[in-house]
C-alpha cells in the first residue's frame, strides 16, 4: 500500500495527464477560432485548479483524519498501560487502591477551579496523579507496608520513591509533561520537603495542587498506622498548615469550593462503581 504523499502525487500526475490529453483532444474537435482556443485553454487552467484543489482537499483530510484517528488510539493504549502500572501498585499497596482514584479525580476538579481549563494541561494532571506513587515500586515491601511508624533509615529510603519516580517517567518521552507531580508533590511550600526543597511557587502548579488534595485524602481515610480523622480536623489541619505545607491561596480555594468538590467527587466514584 502506498504511502499517503505517494498516493497523492500519484494521484495529481495521472489525473494531470488524462485531464490534458483529453481537454486538448476536446478542443481541438470543438474550438477553431484561435481566440476562442485561447480562452477556453484558461478557462480549462482554472476548472484543473479547482477540481484538483477540491478533491486533493478531500484525499488530504481523509488522510488526517486516518492518521489522527490512529494517534488517538495509541494515546488510548499509552493510557491504559498507565493504568496497568498503576494496578501493579494497587496489588503490592492495597490500602491505597482507591486512595489513587480519589486524589486524581479531586486534583482534576480543584485544578479546573484553579483556572486550568486547557484540556492537554488537565490531562497531563490527569496522568501525573494517577502515576504520583509510581516510585514505590522501588520501595521494599517491608517498608512500603510496614504497620507503624517508619524508623529515620526507613523514612530516608521512602522518601527516594519520588526520585525513582521521576527517573521511571523521565525515560519516557509521552510521560515526561507529567513528571511535575511524581516528583514535587511532597515539596512545601516553606520549603521544607523534598526531594530538592523547593518553597512557594517555584514548586510547580500541578504539584503544589496535588499535595493538598493528597494530604486531605490521607488524612480521611484509615491506614495501617493510623484511624481516619474526622472531616473537620482534616479541613483544620489543612488551614493550620496553609503557609507551611500548602500554598496559601489553594487553601483557601480548596475550603472555599470544598462542599461541592466533595459532592462532584462522590458522584463520581458512583457513577465509576456502576
Known amino acids: 500500500m502506498l504511502r499517503p ?11 494531470g495527464c488524462l485531464w490534458i490529453f483529453f481537454s486538448d483532444l476536446l478542443v ?3 474550438v477553431r477560432d484561435p481566440v476562442w482556443i485561447l480562452r477556453v485553454q484558461s478557462i480549462k487552467g482554472w476548472l484543473f485548479i479547482l477540481i484538483t484543489s477540491a478533491l ?12 489522527l484517528a490512529a494517534n488517538q488510539a495509541l494515546v488510548a493504549s499509552y493510557d491504559q498501560t498507565i493504568r496497568g502500572w498503576v494496578r501493579v501498585m494497587d496489588l503490592r499497596h492495597r490500602e491505597t487502591r482507591d486512595h489513587t482514584r480519589r486524589v486524581t479525580l479531586m486534583t482534576l476538579a480543584l485544578a479546573k477551579r484553579a483556572g486550568i481549563q486547557d484540556p492537554e494541561a488537565l490531562k497531563q494532571i490527569e496522568r501525573g496523579s494517577l502515576l504520583h506513587d509510581i516510585g514505590k515500586v522501588g520501595i521494599p515491601d517491608a517498608i512500603l507496608i510496614k504497620p ?8 530516608q529510603q521512602m522518601q527516594r520513591h519520588v ?8 525515560d519516557i ?9 511524581p516528583h514535587y508533590h511532597h515539596e512545601k511550600w516553606d ?9 512557594g511557587e517555584a514548586i510547580p502548579l500541578a504539584a503544589r495542587l496535588f499535595a493538598l488534595v493528597d494530604v486531605w485524602d490521607a488524612l480521611s481515610h484509615p491506614r495501617v498506622y493510623k484511624a481516619a480523622w474526622s472531616e473537620e480536623a482534616v479541613l483544620a489541619y489543612l488551614v493550620e498548615q496553609s503557609g507551611r505545607h500548602f500554598d496559601p491561596q489553594l487553601v483557601k480555594l480548596f475550603i472555599h469550593h470544598y462542599p ?15
Open 260 to 274: 461541592e468538590l466533595k459532592a462532584e467527587l462522590d458522584s463520581a466514584l458512583a457513577q465509576q462503581a456502576d
Open 28 to 30: 481541438a474537435q470543438l
Open 56 to 67: 486533493l482537499f478531500v484525499m488530504i483530510r481523509r488522510d488526517h483524519n486516518r492518521m
Open 163 to 170: 526520585t525513582i519516580g521521576h527517573q521511571l517517567i523521565s
Open 191 to 199: 520549603g521544607s520537603g523534598y526531594p530538592e526543597g523547593l518553597q
Open 173 to 181: 518521552a509521552f510521560l515526561r509533561p507529567c513528571a511535575d507531580i
Open 5 to 15: 504523499q505517494w498516493r497523492i502525487l500519484s494521484f495529481y500526475l495521472v489525473v
Open 148 to 155: 507503624g511508624k517508619l524508623d529515620l533509615q526507613e523514612g
